[in-house]
């Protein structure tokens, strides 16, 4: 097994697999992922807040890494609502630190 934590895996195949969300403007970056409980939380903002096609992207995004990570067994994807986001960023530019929206992080 890889000494790699999950959270640094989680962000690796999001680089990888999710390049499309960069492109159009969005952006992402995991803020949990906990091996013990195999819950990952991925945060989306930029361009993804008030997208129509969001929460097909979180969709997509929950059921191709609960196939892809052995170790993941819920997922959540949250979308702000303003889309606001800081300077810092995560591993391959994507993330910052987003605002949070006032929705539950499971309205998907």
């Known amino acids: 097994m890889s000494q790699e934590s999950l959270k640094e895996r989680v962000e690796t195949w999001m680089t990888g697999q999710m390049p499309i969300i960069q492109m159009h403007g969005g952006r992402s970056v995991v803020r949990e992922a906990d091996p ?7 945060e989306l903002g930029g361009a993804c807040a008030g997208c129509g096609i969001s929460d097909l992207t979180a969709q997509n995004i929950k059921r191709d890494m609960i196939m892809e990570f052995d ?3 819920e997922v959540h994807v949250i979308v702000p609502s303003t889309g606001e986001q800081g300077d810092s960023t995560v591993e391959g530019g994507r993330g910052g630190e987003l605002q949070h929206a006032t929705e539950h992080p499971n309205h998907f």
Do not use: K, Y
């Open 71 to 73: 170790d993941v067994d």
């Open 36 to 42: 013990d409980t195999g819950t990952v939380s991925v």
